[in-house]
């Protein structure tokens, strides 16, 4: 019976989209939602930069607020995975889907995340990322009744396929795709976005209560990813965002160039081709 209301209640919350129909597995672990954790290893971003960005997932993630709002979802438990990725072909998992439902299984979680660090990897593919969530998902032997994305970076799409189509695609299974882009302008200059926020918007984020949380500064890093997984795990749309703390719905998205990264890469390029 509880198994029959999950999916009645999946249902009835699920966004109107062509997503595809997955065969059904009776082996699968149901949870509360299943949520992926793409993280950018770039070489614009330090290895300081890098360090940060582990132990502020390992904090968010072991984190009262985190785990309480774990404990209340209709089931009680969710399924995570952490990968990092830079260029098109460049993706690493550095924790493969586990199920967590106790503070102990938040911390293995953890530790196995900072049990070392890794170095960065060259180029930027946003959609390189995205692309590689669907197979992903299909393969971990959990049933969420929410999938998410949950993405974040420090610069454009530069390399691979355009973003726009790849995240279409991915929208079109039924997976939200939620932003975290860090303008924190440590990165190399060239490769700075004045609006990362508002191209994370209009290009990368989309589905059901979608939104984006900017980063300006690292010290705000770990209290924003520990921002954006409550929300993520309790499925809540976030409110009006307060000028000081943005949180951008992606449905109000005012429009940027999609294509902007890889003008940025041709145009440096250009730069150093010889005449």
Request: charged content about 20%; proline content about 7%; aromatic content about 8%.
């Amino acid at each position: 019976m509880r198994r029959v209301f999950a999916l009645v209640i999946a249902l009835i919350s699920a966004p109107p989209v062509a997503a595809q129909v997955e065969p059904y597995d009776p082996s699968a672990i149901e949870v509360d939602v299943e949520l992926l954790l793409l993280v950018d290893v770039s070489r614009s971003m330090t290895p300081s930069e890098l360090e940060i960005q582990r132990r502020g997932y390992a904090e968010a993630l072991t984190s009262d607020s985190v785990l309480n709002v774990i404990g209340d979802g209709f089931l009680g438990h969710i399924a995570v995975a952490y990968v990092e990725w830079a260029g098109a072909g460049s993706q690493r998992v550095v924790v493969d889907w586990r199920l967590i439902r106790s503070r102990d299984d938040a911390q293995g979680f953890a530790e196995a995340l900072t049990l070392h660090f890794t170095q960065a990897m060259r180029r930027t593919s946003i959609s390189g990322a995205l692309a590689m969530g669907p197979g992903y998902f299909r393969g971990n032997r959990f049933a969420g009744l929410r999938r998410v994305i949950d993405i974040s970076g420090d610069g454009p799409n530069n390399d691979g396929a355009p973003v726009l189509p790849i995240r279409d695609q991915v929208l079109a299974e039924g997976i939200t795709i939620n932003g975290l882009p860090l303008m924190t302008r440590d990165g190399i200059a060239a490769w700075n976005l004045d609006d990362l926020d508002i191209y994370y918007q209009t290009c990368v984020t989309g589905g059901a209560g979608s939104f984006v949380i900017p980063v300006y500064d690292w010290a705000e890093f770990a209290a924003a990813v520990r921002k954006k997984l409550v929300l993520e795990i309790a499925g809540k749309t976030p409110a009006p965002p307060r000028p000081e703390a943005r949180v951008i719905p992606t449905q109000a998205s005012p429009g940027r160039d999609c294509l902007i990264g890889e003008k940025m890469w041709q145009r440096s390029r250009d730069l150093w081709e010889p005449l």
